[in-house]
């Protein structure tokens, strides 16, 4: 499904759980017991896997440009059907039910609830769809695991907040928050602003202050490292024009630099801001 949100680019992950709930409203009829949501973007029937949802952004400086909500649904897989390694773990409608299903009939429920769920966001409504996928989920209060790069993190699940953070009390009474910090997607759009090419792209959107409360969180934050801002030259002929970005930033009181390297070759001018720890 292609969206046109009106929303700034902080507000599209929210698309994501929104997205979870029209899933989950629309299998209603067709299963024996509720369907629930496993955070952050899976649906569950029977404790098993039966949809998994994928958002992919594509936005500019100040809006979102488009967002693509895919869902992958299991309708009438066998069980004998999914591969081994996931059997155990994956389910679809006729494993429940037991009987196949129409694929139109299914399809409108679920068209007609993503309608009726994504206008519920469009009007500022999204309280409403928080608290639905909180039901949805029924995990407030559980004990729960959260895998991360390197280790597990577990302890009883207090939250989800508006932003799509997963909020836990650790095992030693501290409060952690869990989400995203960065978000991949076309760029197109944002390449010719900039250079007026129209050229593919693609890109990261890191939003700034979950990194940091990422950071924070692993003990890697000392707060007293910050380098100046780095301004990176991505077209020679416009040399100018960054010179007095720089100056404005200068005369604004913030530390800043130009960063005048080779714009074809990225990865050096990444590596320099990370050397001046900008």
């Not at 039910?97 to 993503?114: C, P, V």
Request: hydrophobic fraction near 40%.
């Amino acid at each position: 499904l292609i969206l046109r949100p009106p929303v700034v680019p902080s507000e599209a992950p929210k698309i994501t759980l929104m997205t979870a709930v029209a899933v989950c409203d629309a299998l209603v009829p067709f299963l024996p017991s509720s369907p629930r949501v496993k955070w952050p973007n899976d649906v569950l029937a029977g404790g098993k896997k039966i949809a998994g949802i994928l958002t992919e952004i594509s936005t500019e400086p100040d809006a979102v440009d488009y967002v693509v909500a895919g869902i992958g649904l299991n309708v009438n897989t066998p069980a004998g059907q999914f591969p081994k390694e996931i059997r155990d773990r994956a389910t679809s409608l006729l494993v429940e039910t037991g009987k196949t299903h129409s694929i139109t009939a299914i399809l409108r429920s679920l068209l007609e609830s993503f309608e009726r769920n994504y206008g519920l966001f469009l009007e500022g409504k999204f309280p409403l769809l928080l608290e639905r996928w909180r039901t949805c989920a029924g995990i407030m209060g559980q004990y729960g695991r959260v895998d991360q790069v390197g280790r597990v993190l577990a302890g009883e699940i207090r939250d989800v907040d508006e932003d799509g953070f997963l909020l836990i009390l650790d095992e030693k009474g501290r409060k952690r928050q869990f989400g995203s910090v960065a978000g991949g997607g076309r760029y197109d759009g944002l390449v010719k602003r900039f250079t007026g090419q129209d050229v593919p792209a693609t890109g990261i959107s890191i939003g700034v202050d979950r990194l940091l409360a990422a950071l924070r969180a692993k003990g890697r934050s000392t707060g007293d490292t910050a380098g100046p801002v780095v301004v990176t030259v991505m077209d020679r002929d416009r040399m100018t024009d960054y010179m007095a970005m720089v100056g404005e930033l200068r005369s604004a009181g913030i530390r800043a630099e130009g960063d005048l390297g080779n714009p074809e070759n990225f990865g050096h001018l990444v590596k320099y801001a990370d050397k001046r720890q900008s």
